[in-house]
């Protein structure tokens, strides 16, 4: 009785079956904590934005200005992060999800930027739904650029950035 299963019958074992998995490593070592922080930041980004549109609502009709700012202010945000935590200090593994990907994607809407360029374009506003469009990409992109330039220069890292040269991370 003492014997294994393959001294007992004397066939090779199946090669296909192989040995029972393992449980695997915990959830919270792996992505689990990361989809966490991106969801609670996604909640906490859309609060905010809904709180924007409740402040400054858009009529049916009108150009949707809440929704450009709540996104030109969104990116302005990410530019100033970005910059933070690729020069300046080095963030716990979960801010970057949580702030930059959870809160900050949640805040910026480029679902509701379709939705209004839909309703502009279906209530025969063909040029501004265009130029709303187009706009926002320029404003968003801007932002960014706009955001990332003035807090490297207010840090003293314009030069070099992250990629080395004068004051880059990777300078010091």
């Not at 709180?51 to 400054?56: K, T």
């Not at 700012?69 to 963030?91: D, K, M, P, R, S």
């Not at 999800?97 to 209004?116: I, K, M």
């Amino acid at each position: 009785m003492g014997s294994s299963r393959s001294d007992v019958v004397d066939e090779p074992i199946d090669p296909d079956t192989g040995p029972a998995p393992s449980a695997g490593p915990s959830p919270w070592r792996g992505q689990g904590p990361v989809v966490g922080v991106v969801a609670a930041g996604g909640a906490l980004g859309a609060t905010a934005r809904y709180g924007a549109s409740l402040l400054w609502p858009t009529p049916p009709s009108a150009f949707p200005w809440t929704i450009l700012l709540v996104n030109a202010v969104g990116c302005a945000i990410i530019g100033v992060f970005l910059a933070l935590v690729t020069e300046v200090w080095t963030a716990h593994r979960l801010v970057r999800p949580f702030f930059g990907t959870g809160v900050l994607g949640g805040f910026t809407t480029f679902s509701t930027y379709a939705v209004d360029f839909t309703r502009l374009v279906q209530d025969g506003r063909i040029a501004i739904a265009f130029g709303y469009l187009m706009g926002t990409l320029v404003v968003a992109m801007a932002a960014v650029w706009a955001a990332v330039t003035a807090t490297r220069r207010a840090l003293g890292t314009y030069g070099g950035g992250a990629y080395g040269g004068p004051g880059g991370r990777a300078a010091r």
